[in-house]
């Protein structure tokens, strides 16, 4: 929340050349300053973007580094906005190139840095992990996709209902995430049917949003219903296993010791 109201000021920050341009006479000062104005807008767009990525990268235990280091070319775009603006504003080149060195500076003091390193990846089966970092980016895109459809229903309700969703799906994600072998078990929940939760959500949004159809709601409420169940279950039993798995392994140990004499607990 405070890293978008801090990208909002970068957008208002962005009307100042704008208005510079008509205001000062001459069409090379206009067109600097209409492009300073889309510089620092597109600075702060990247930005949102990093710090939506970084945001996501923090929030699971096994992830990628963001592809694109957006807060990085976000900070290269507002030294280049606020350079183009001082050129015009404050007369000349030095001048410019100053005032966007400190611009891009203080852009990574105040955001930092994107995550420069992949997580939760280290001394473990790298096609494994890699397979689940994929699966659930993919996961989460649907998610996302479920998230802003409903929004065109505008209905509180409904929207609630998904976030409830949402939650119970993260919920598996971290499973996954602990145990990569669990992703086989899972991956239709984290595929298949989360792209077709998707599907419906968008659909019906579209529709109770023109219709107000009561009816649609409950189908469309039942089917989230269903899904939740379906998570649950699945989510239970890939802990279930994993107990199992974790007591197959203590007694093989405990064997292992008797067998060498040693003194074992029961």
Not at 100 to 112: D, E, P, Q, R, T
Not at 237 to 249: A, F, K, P
Not at 252 to 260: A, E, M, T
Request: proline letters at 3%; a neutral charge.
């Amino acid at each position: 929340m405070m890293g978008r109201a801090r990208t909002s000021i970068l957008m208002a920050l962005a009307v100042i050349p704008v208005i510079a341009a008509f205001v000062q006479t001459g069409a090379i000062p206009l067109a600097v300053n209409l492009l300073s104005g889309a510089a620092i807008f597109g600075s702060a767009i990247l930005t949102r973007e990093g710090l939506k990525a970084e945001a996501a990268w923090a929030a699971r235990r096994i992830a990628r580094r963001p592809a694109v280091p957006r807060k990085i070319f976000g900070a290269v775009l507002i030294g280049i906005g606020v350079a183009l603006g001082a050129m015009t504003g404050f007369g000349g080149l030095v001048a410019g190139v100053i005032y966007g060195i400190v611009a891009a500076a203080l852009h990574l003091v105040s955001f930092g840095l994107d995550p420069m390193s992949d997580k939760g990846m280290e001394g473990v089966d790298a096609f494994q992990t890699e397979r689940v970092a994929r699966t659930i980016e993919e996961a989460e895109t649907h998610l996302a996709a479920m998230e802003d459809a409903v929004l065109r229903a505008k209905d509180r309700e409904a929207e609630a209902r998904v976030a409830s969703v949402a939650a119970k799906a993260r919920a598996m994600f971290r499973t996954v995430e602990d145990d990569p072998r669990d992703l086989t078990a899972a991956r239709k929940f984290l595929g298949v049917y989360l792209m077709a939760a998707r599907d419906a959500t968008a659909k019906f949004a579209d529709l109770y949003a023109q219709t107000r159809d009561a009816g649609a709601k409950t189908e469309y409420f039942a089917l989230l219903d269903d899904l939740e169940r379906g998570m649950d279950a699945k989510r239970e039993t890939l802990l279930v296993t994993d107990r199992t798995d974790l007591d197959v392994e203590i007694e093989v140990l405990r064997d292992r010791l008797k067998r060498d004499g040693l003194p074992v607990r029961d």
